[in-house]
């Protein structure tokens, strides 16, 4: 019985360090990188992506709908679980390890002693929503309801 492969498992392939592509996010803060490693995170589907946060970066509350599986690939890791930022609920996870996030639970981040990046594990479509809306760099500057900011409508 022949199985059907997963987006962009069809055939082997190595992705050196040199030839990751790093790119803004909107929803992440400025400095913030994201580079889609394997699979399509806008569509259901299996994906694999790593996140390079600049240190002293925060990223504040916000949960994903998905569950994911976070490597830390470097740096030092530091996430909090709540939907407030609060540094005593903040845990530090070396390179090499691996956490396992339930989808819809709020977290935040901080690159508190320096740049990090974690590798992250997920079925999509990647999904985050900020717990204030203050906080979401894609609404950054837009006026109007929090609805028409989400679709970057602008009244």
Known sequence: MTRKHQPDEDRFRAILPEDIAWKPFPAFPSGAR?????????????YVVRVKVPGGTKLMPHRHPEDRIYTVMSGVFYIGLGETFD?????????????????????????KSGEYVTQVSASGPLGLEYRDSDDDPRLAGLTGTRDQRLLGIDR
Do not use: C, I, N
């Not at 994201?34 to 299996?46: F, I, K, Q, Y």
């Not at 609920?89 to 690159?111: N, R």
């Open 34 to 46: 994201l580079a889609v490693m394997v699979g399509h995170p806008t569509e259901s589907g299996p």
């Open 87 to 111: 540094d005593d609920k903040m845990q530090a996870f070396p390179p090499g390890s691996v956490l396992v996030l339930p989808g819809d639970t709020w977290h935040f981040h901080w690159a």
